[in-house]
Each structure stands twice: as structure tokens, then as C-alpha cells.
């Protein structure tokens, strides 16, 4: 299996364009934090006061708590911000500015849609290029059972989104290091009963290994329709609506109980953290649940078309 993988993944990296995918990841990423730095130092606006912010994220979480409709991890969640808001005023604890190295890092985990969108492209032609090119042929001559071939594809494409997400933390934190430099503040977490300093390394990689949950079964889908329609562009065409798109259903939906057991209601799992929930009465084990049934799904059906499926025609 090791050298299936192995052979997979060479075969990645000779093509152009997954080069190509790398080095247009990191020129966005220094775009965006240029773009950023450029905006802060040419705008007219004066930036707000970190007390009158924190006065005013108080009142916001305290208006969140009055509402009777909130789930139980919302309602943590905005309890945990009326405390570090309070601390901070009553200790004078500034936190982190926007340009700054560690919210910048903080904030990264929102970037990994860039990867979820090359792994889209991977997935999907990874199975359905062999077919159009015909390789799939001589692939399948050597002494090797289908499940495995298709098990070591599917490895190679996971291990692509994962590289390329620690490329884009790295790459986050070496460009606003650069342009912005380490700034002035502190981190603070609420643990349930206190307001405590945190890690933001900590929390920025808890953030990132969540938002790869959206990458997983986005990338995953685009697995199976490469597997089983053969078309690399079909398969990308209709993932990356699907990622646009799919989002979106799930606000015109949620007046359903079916919202309920939608994938695109799961696939981000940083909403049990950052207090947006779309379906405040879900929980993160319902999401897991959900996540890994349609996953099962997808891999059932890749497997088995892929196992049955005629290549001599």
C-alpha cells in the first residue's frame, strides 16, 4: 500500500498544475496580507477604541443571552464572551489588533477554503484523469486487487489537502510576522467557570483542524464523482457549486426539520466555537454522526463502482 501511495503521490507532483495550485496558494496569501497592511495604513477612519469595543461586544453577548432561542452552545459561547469582555475592562487587558501576528494567525483557519478548492480539483481528477487518459488500463494490469488502488488515490488526496493547509498556516504566520510583526495584547479563554490566558498557536490550530472538516467531505465528494462519472470537470463543476451554494441552503432550509441532517449543516464544525450557528439545537456529536454517515456513503459508493465498473470498453 506504502508504495501505491508513494506512486501516487509522484504522480501528483509531475504534473504542472499541481505546482502551479502551490505557488498561486502562497501569492494569495501575500496578496491578502498586503492588501491588508495597504488598507490599514491609508485609512482615513481612526480606529475605534479597544475599551469601546469591548463595552460594546458585552452588550452584544448580553442582548445573544436574552434570547430564548439559542442552543446550549451558543449559549456558552456568548456567556464565555460577556467574561473575557468584562475582564478586559476591569483588568485593562487589551487584546490583539486585527494587524497583527496573532490575530492574523487566529483568523487563518478562514483561508482554508482556498485549500478545500484545490482539493476539489485533486479528488476529482485524481480517479477520473486515469480514465480519460486511458492509464487506467495498465494501472489495473499489475497484481494489485481495485480496493487498494482506489484506497491509495483517496490517501494521496487527503494527504494533499493536508499539506497544503500546513502550507497555509505557515505561510499566514511567516507573511504577517512580515508585515505586521508581533503586536501587543493577550488571549484570553473562558474555561467554564474563569477567564484564563490561552495559547493563540493553541487555539488557531483547534480552529484549522475544525475548518478541515469542510475540506475532508467537500474533497470527499469530489472523490466519488470523479469515481463514478469519470469526468474531472464534472465532478469539480458540481463540488465547487456545491461549496458555494451549499451553505446557502442551509439559511432557505432551516425552517425544516431536514436542515437537520443536511451535510453542508456539519461541515463547519468552528460554528461551535465562534458562536455563528445557522441551527442553534444541533451539537458537535450530532455533527460527527452526520459527517461520518455521509462519508460511509460517498466511500461506499466510490468503492464500489470503481470495483464493478468495465474498463476494456
Not at 445573544?64 to 442552543?71: C, V
Not at 463540488?239 to 451554494?245: A, K, Y
Not at 458562536?275 to 466510490?302: H, K, N, R
Amino acid at each position: 500500500m506504502l508504495k501505491l501511495i508513494q506512486n501516487e503521490w509522484m504522480k501528483l507532483w509531475s504534473k504542472k498544475a499541481t505546482w502551479i495550485m502551490a505557488v498561486l496558494l502562497i501569492v494569495i496569501l501575500l496578496a491578502n496580507a498586503g492588501i491588508t497592511k495597504w488598507i490599514e495604513s491609508t485609512s482615513p477612519v481612526p480606529e475605534m477604541d479597544w475599551q469601546e469595543m469591548e463595552m460594546m461586544n458585552l452588550a452584544s453577548a448580553e442582548d445573544q443571552l436574552q434570547n430564548p432561542d439559542i442552543g446550549p452552545a451558543q449559549q456558552d459561547y456568548y456567556e464565555g464572551q460577556a467574561a473575557i469582555a468584562e475582564y478586559r475592562l476591569a483588568n485593562d487587558a487589551e487584546p490583539f489588533k486585527v494587524e497583527s501576528l496573532q490575530q492574523q494567525v487566529l483568523d487563518g483557519h478562514m483561508m482554508l477554503s482556498l485549500v478545500t478548492l484545490f482539493t476539489v480539483i485533486v479528488g476529482a481528477g485524481i480517479v477520473a484523469s486515469e480514465f480519460s487518459q486511458g492509464t487506467i488500463k495498465m494501472l489495473l494490469t499489475r497484481p494489485v486487487k481495485r480496493w487498494k488502488i482506489l484506497t491509495s488515490k483517496y490517501i494521496t488526496t487527503m494527504l494533499f489537502a493536508l499539506l497544503f493547509a500546513i502550507l497555509t498556516f505557515v505561510s499566514i504566520a511567516l507573511f504577517s510576522w512580515i508585515f505586521f510583526g508581533v503586536g501587543d495584547g493577550a488571549f484570553l479563554v473562558w474555561n467554564g467557570s474563569e477567564v484564563v490566558e490561552g495559547s493563540y498557536w493553541a487555539e488557531a490550530l483547534k480552529l484549522s483542524v475544525l475548518s478541515l472538516a469542510s475540506t475532508w467531505m467537500i474533497g470527499t465528494f469530489a472523490f466519488m464523482l470523479g469515481t463514478v462519472f469519470r469526468s474531472s470537470s464534472l465532478a469539480i463543476g458540481v463540488s465547487i457549486f456545491l461549496m458555494f451554494v451549499g451553505v446557502q441552503l442551509v439559511f432557505l432550509l432551516q425552517r425544516f426539520e431536514i436542515v437537520k441532517y443536511y451535510l453542508f449543516t456539519h461541515t463547519d464544525l468552528t460554528q461551535f466555537y465562534t458562536g455563528f450557528m445557522p441551527i442553534p439545537d444541533i451539537t458537535m456529536a450530532m455533527s460527527l454522526i452526520v459527517l461520518t454517515v455521509y462519508f460511509l456513503v460517498f466511500m461506499v459508493i466510490s468503492y464500489w463502482t470503481f470495483s464493478k465498473r468495465d474498463v476494456t470498453a
